[in-house]
């Protein structure tokens, strides 16, 4: 096997772009229900609240997964860190979103400060479960292996004469 880094082949991305997608569809379908209840049980305000909290949630959620991943993508080793930072900014920008939103006054009359909390609460769950479920239904490669009679496997086996015959007493 080489130790040698290869290039990306886009297995990785075409994983986290589709783990991101089915994330997404799910916290969009159930941000749409609540928005849906919210209007029936507690009129314009709730409905807002609902469809707010919720849009809030998935915008932050969205930004944190494509900043780690592209973090991953550019130093591995530095992951776990950008991930816990970005983690801290979201909640720190989400609640200062809320303060904003009430010290204007816009919480109470023109949003419900409950469907806002819901709407962030169930879109935050639903992002979970649907990134769960994609993340352990995708088929990401966890290794390379250097296939027979491949380019890497002959480059890097110094034993095999042109012909591709290992030499007597070559392991």
Not at 23 to 44: F, I
Not at 94 to 114: H, I
């Amino acid at each position: 096997m080489s130790t040698t880094a290869r290039p990306a082949t886009g297995q990785t991305r075409r994983g986290t772009s589709q783990v991101l997608l089915v994330a997404g569809l799910c916290v969009s379908a159930v941000v749409a229900l609540a928005t849906l209840v919210g209007g029936l049980v507690g009129g314009s305000d709730a409905a807002l609240g609902a469809l707010s909290g919720g849009s809030l949630a998935l915008c932050f959620l969205l930004f944190g997964s494509l900043v780690v991943e592209t973090a991953t993508r550019m130093a591995p080793q530095t992951a776990i860190v950008i991930a816990l930072m970005t983690y801290t900014l979201q909640v720190a920008a989400l609640a200062l979103v809320f303060v904003v939103l009430t010290s204007s006054g816009a919480v109470g009359t023109t949003l419900s400060g409950g469907w806002l909390a819901g709407g962030v609460v169930v879109a935050t769950v639903a992002w979970t479960l649907g990134q769960l479920v994609a993340s352990t239904r995708a088929r990401v490669l966890a290794y390379d292996i250097d296939l027979p009679g491949s380019a890497a496997t002959n480059a890097s086996d110094s034993s095999r004469e042109p012909s591709g015959r290992r030499e007597v007493g070559a392991p």
